[in-house]
């Protein structure tokens, strides 16, 4: 599979991923869905909704991407991924179509498709009540799409993959609304204006009804709590209070407040129906899991991993690492892909680090260090900056240079600037 064509090959059609559903019989269409997409945020939302589908004792499917360790965790069902054999035993069941619909066609399919179809043939064959979908790239030619959702999620819009979808935000919006399908229910983040006009005007056009958050839902109040927060929500239907969330950020508190809605929408679409059950949401919550999200790796001193790979997200979580986070001294590790916006993803930690150490990840679209150094000098300073040739090194030195002035208890280091980033360094410092 990791032969084929990469998940950024921009090519697009739905042509070959329908072609192959066609060949399996569409197992798509063997499971009612809820599809997500936006620019960020969208696999810790997809494990929220994930949680609380499972806590109303539906069997769920989960599709998210990228991975941090191995890509099995991509089809997770019942909350756990799919096992080495179950893979490889649905990978051989469809191998024989898989290599008929690459004869069909002159370009072959891709590893995003053929690993889409597998997870649409696993929830299949499974069965699952729902699947939770999280959209590769874009959503209008994402492979994914040959779902028909009965709820479409978009979370926050920003300016990324420019080369793939646009370089305006009404631009990767168009590309994103193509999941808004006839008769859903489209549960909208709250988006900048030129982003929710162009959701707004794709869901009148296909007839959906849409739930906007600030308005028809929403987070009514947040506290700090140990290990995350504790939140009330305004969902479609009533309020949840005193709900705990061991995930830290606002952000992580809105997309909370998206899941909920998602779920009270595809649970009662009609007007009028009645609320979740407060407890239900309060036990999936507080049980939800989000690695490689500002996740806590080491402690002592604390060491957080984190996947933000553009300026909104890191932005997003700066403001979380500051709120929550009474550091003293902390020090930054940052590996990043080449084809990234570079200083809008270092200018909010700017701040937040006292140094930083830039490396690389074990990605081939990784930025070189000397490159990444150049540009972080540009944004920190000089002598603020240290470069270091592999990951491993380069979370030694941060953890000397966070110590180096301060108790352990008060010092942190944060590594962050990719998924795949995050992925290397929880596997380095925890073994997974």
């Given at each position: 599979?990791?032969?084929?064509?990469?998940?950024?090959?921009?090519?697009?059609t739905?042509?070959?991923?329908?072609?192959?559903?066609?060949?399996?019989?569409?197992?798509?269409?063997?499971?009612r869905?809820i599809?997500?997409t936006?620019?960020?945020?969208?696999?810790?939302?997809?494990?929220m909704?994930?949680?609380?589908?499972?806590?109303?004792?539906?069997?769920?499917?989960?599709?998210?991407?990228?991975?941090l360790?191995?890509m099995r965790?991509?089809?997770?069902?019942?909350?756990?991924?799919?096992?080495?054999?179950?893979?490889?035993?649905a990978?051989?069941?469809?191998?024989?179509?898989?290599?008929?619909?690459?004869?069909?066609?002159?370009?072959p399919?891709?590893?995003?498709?053929?690993?889409?179809?597998?997870?649409?043939?696993?929830?299949a064959?499974?069965?699952?009540?729902?699947a939770?979908v999280?959209?590769?790239?874009?959503?209008?030619?994402d492979?994914?799409?040959v779902i028909d959702a009965?709820?479409?999620?978009v979370?926050?819009?920003?300016?990324?993959?420019?080369?793939?979808?646009?370089?305006?935000?009404?631009?990767?919006?168009?590309?994103?609304?193509?999941?808004?399908?006839?008769?859903?229910?489209?549960?909208?983040?709250?988006?900048?204006?030129?982003?929710?006009?162009?959701?707004?005007?794709?869901?009148?056009?296909?007839?959906?009804?849409?739930?906007?958050?600030?308005l028809?839902?929403?987070?009514?109040h947040?506290?700090?709590?140990?290990?995350?927060?504790?939140?009330?929500?305004?969902?479609?239907?009533?309020?949840?209070?005193?709900?705990p969330?061991?995930?830290?950020?606002a952000?992580?508190?809105?997309n909370?407040?998206?899941a909920?809605?998602?779920?009270?929408?595809?649970?009662a679409?009609?007007?009028?129906?009645?609320r979740?059950d407060?407890?239900?949401?309060a036990?999936?919550?507080?049980e939800v899991?989000?690695?490689?999200?500002?996740e806590?790796?080491?402690?002592?001193?604390?060491?957080?991993?984190?996947a933000?790979?553009?300026?909104?997200?890191?932005?997003?979580?700066?403001?979380a690492?500051e709120?929550?986070?009474?550091?003293?001294?902390?020090?930054?590790?940052?590996?990043?892909m080449?084809?990234?916006?570079?200083?809008?993803?270092?200018?909010?930690?700017?701040?937040?680090l006292?140094?930083?150490?830039?490396?690389?990840?074990?990605?081939?679209?990784?930025?070189?260090?000397?490159d990444?150094?150049?540009?972080?000098?540009?944004?920190?300073?000089?002598?603020?900056?240290?470069?270091?040739?592999?990951?491993?090194?380069?979370?030694?030195?941060?953890?000397?240079?966070?110590e180096?002035?301060?108790?352990?208890?008060g010092?942190?280091?944060?590594?962050?600037?990719?998924?795949?980033t995050?992925?290397d360094?929880a596997?380095l410092?925890?073994?997974?």
């Amino acid at each position: 599979m990791l032969a084929r064509t990469g998940e950024a090959f921009a090519n697009p059609t739905l042509e070959r991923i329908a072609g192959l559903m066609d060949l399996l019989g569409q197992p798509q269409r063997g499971f009612r869905a809820i599809h997500v997409t936006g620019t960020n945020g969208k696999t810790s939302t997809a494990r929220m909704i994930d949680a609380l589908l499972r806590e109303r004792r539906l069997r769920v499917g989960r599709y998210t991407s990228p991975h941090l360790h191995t890509m099995r965790e991509r089809i997770v069902v019942d909350g756990e991924p799919v096992s080495e054999e179950r893979f490889v035993a649905a990978y051989e069941d469809i191998r024989p179509y898989i290599e008929m619909a690459d004869a069909a066609d002159e370009i072959p399919l891709s590893y995003f498709e053929v690993l889409t179809a597998l997870a649409y043939s696993v929830f299949a064959d499974t069965p699952v009540d729902v699947a939770v979908v999280e959209v590769g790239l874009g959503g209008t030619w994402d492979a994914t799409n040959v779902i028909d959702a009965d709820v479409a999620v978009v979370t926050p819009i920003s300016i990324d993959h420019t080369r793939l979808l646009g370089d305006t935000v009404e631009d990767i919006a168009v590309e994103k609304a193509g999941i808004i399908k006839p008769g859903s229910i489209a549960v909208l983040a709250q988006q900048p204006l030129p982003a929710a006009e162009v959701l707004m005007r794709r869901a009148g056009e296909v007839g959906a009804r849409v739930a906007r958050e600030g308005l028809e839902f929403g987070v009514a109040h947040r506290d700090l709590a140990v290990g995350g927060q504790r939140i009330a929500l305004k969902g479609l239907r009533g309020g949840y209070e005193d709900v705990p969330l061991p995930l830290f950020g606002a952000h992580q508190a809105g997309n909370a407040a998206v899941a909920v809605a998602a779920v009270e929408a595809f649970a009662a679409p009609g007007e009028g129906d009645d609320r979740l059950d407060p407890d239900l949401v309060a036990a999936a919550l507080a049980e939800v899991e989000s690695p490689g999200r500002l996740e806590i790796v080491r402690t002592g001193p604390t060491v957080l991993v984190d996947a933000a790979h553009n300026p909104a997200g890191m932005a997003a979580s700066a403001a979380a690492v500051e709120e929550d986070f009474g550091f003293t001294r902390l020090v930054g590790v940052l590996a990043v892909m080449a084809d990234k916006d570079i200083e809008g993803i270092l200018e909010p930690l700017e701040p937040l680090l006292d140094e930083v150490v830039v490396t690389r990840n074990s990605s081939h679209r990784s930025l070189a260090p000397d490159d990444l150094a150049a540009a972080a000098a540009a944004v920190f300073g000089p002598d603020r900056v240290r470069t270091a040739a592999r990951m491993d090194d380069a979370i030694d030195t941060a953890l000397a240079l966070a110590e180096e002035h301060g108790e352990p208890s008060g010092a942190g280091v944060l590594i962050t600037g990719s998924v795949v980033t995050a992925g290397d360094a929880a596997h380095l410092i925890k073994g997974e």
